[in-house]
């Protein structure tokens, strides 16, 4: 995650992501969607279903942000991931929990699902492999761009 994101919100983003990885999904952290908007983790399955995953820090983190609904039309399944202390009842109850520490995480309240129309399925898709494939050059080539647009 970005050097502006709470370590807090870093180890949040790792839970996940083992989580994710147990559930059958690969992810990525900070993908940038094609309206700009970056998301925290974004993971797809062998089944080409796409969950996104927005990490709240603390409260003040929740409320500050409202670009989170912008999200929902590039995924099957949406969460927000706290840690325990995390105060739920500010959380919308239509969207997916997920609570999280650095170690991992478990689904407290399963997502909607918003069954991701097969074109943007197909377009996120492609993006989601090309940032990866990026990521990885990255890791040989340190000057490439950071974030790749999705």
Request: charged share 30%; aromatic share 8%.
């Given at each position: ?16 992501q ?23 983790v ?35 399944e949406f ?37 991701l ?26 000057l ?7």
């Amino acid at each position: 995650m970005s050097d502006a994101r709470s370590d807090k919100g870093v180890k949040l983003a790792r839970g996940v992501q083992k989580l994710l990885h147990d559930m059958g999904y690969d992810s990525l952290m900070e993908v940038k969607l094609r309206i700009r908007r970056r998301v925290d983790v974004m993971g797809i399955n062998d089944r080409g279903r796409i969950i996104i995953v927005e990490v709240k820090s603390g409260p003040a983190d929740f409320r500050v942000d409202e670009k989170w609904s912008e999200y929902l039309d590039f995924c099957d399944e949406f969460y927000f991931a706290v840690d325990a202390e995390f105060p739920q009842g500010l959380l919308p109850e239509s969207h997916g929990l997920i609570i999280a520490d650095n170690f991992g995480g478990a689904v407290a309240r399963p997502s909607t699902d918003f069954n991701l129309n097969a074109a943007r399925r197909r377009n996120v898709t492609l993006r989601f492999a090309r940032i990866a494939a990026r990521r990885l050059l990255e890791t040989e080539n340190p000057l490439q761009e950071k974030y790749h647009v999705l």
